[in-house]
């Protein structure tokens, strides 16, 4: 009677289940690199925008305030896009003929907004007020990064809600004096370790269980 299988069959039957193992075992992870992947983030990419604006030329080396542009950060829960006017208050003047600002002179002539591709947009159901934080001692580059660095804007951090629930547990590593809100290279200091609660109590921030009640995001 001839052998229904062939001389090493059975070593094949085990390798195959060798790899299906691993491919199964390698699953989680696998999810787990995509997931956090910048493919799905988008941290670390920069869209395609009507004008390749650079915060590092306006904001880094011409040292223009953020709140040129972005004018009601104190004020209001979003920090504020500017008008194609407040572009024209400079451009109107200089590299006023330039190709690359072509978008810009037309959006003003037709009294159109420009379309940016916005980077940083967080769910629905979550609320964030940039006047809460910014008044608080949490600057703009703890959640945007250096952006006096980015000669093309990209997303810095993924807005994850282990990333906001890192700070609201421990408020006392991220809050920095007010006049260091604006500095995009700020990092904290040797004495942050006692600067911090100081400041907190100073912002009369109540963290731990306050600043995880699911009602301060979720309203």
């Known amino acids: 009677m001839r052998q229904l299988f062939a001389p090493g069959a059975d070593a094949l039957l085990r390798l195959a289940l060798l790899t299906l193992a691993a491919c199964l075992a390698a699953l989680p992870v696998v999810g787990a690199g995509l997931v956090h992947s910048s493919y799905v983030t988008g941290v670390g990419v920069a869209p395609a925008q009507p004008v390749p604006f650079s915060h590092k030329h306006h904001s880094g080396?011409?040292?223009?305030?953020?709140?040129?542009?972005?004018?009601?950060v104190e004020t209001q829960a979003t920090a504020g896009i500017p008008p194609t006017q407040t572009c024209m208050t400079c451009h109107g003047q200089i590299w006023s003929g330039s190709e690359m600002l072509e978008p810009v002179r037309a959006s003003y002539a037709k009294d159109q907004p420009l379309v940016w591709t916005r980077l940083n947009k967080l769910p629905g159901y979550v609320y964030y007020n940039h006047s809460v934080h910014v008044t608080n001692g949490i600057g703009c580059?703890?959640?945007?990064?250096?952006?006096?660095?980015?000669q093309l804007t990209y997303r810095a951090n993924a807005f994850e809600m282990s990333f906001c629930l890192d700070c609201h547990r421990n408020p006392e590593k991220y809050v920095r004096p007010k006049d260091q809100i604006l500095n995009m290279s700020w990092s904290p200091p040797a004495n942050q370790a006692t600067l911090g609660p100081e400041l907190v109590r100073q912002y009369h921030i109540r963290g731990g269980e306050r600043l995880t009640e699911c009602g301060i995001c979720h309203r």
Do not use: A
């Open 61 to 72: 080396e011409l040292k223009i305030d953020c709140r040129y542009c972005h004018t009601t």
């Open 141 to 150: 580059s703890t959640c945007h990064g250096s952006v006096t660095d980015m």
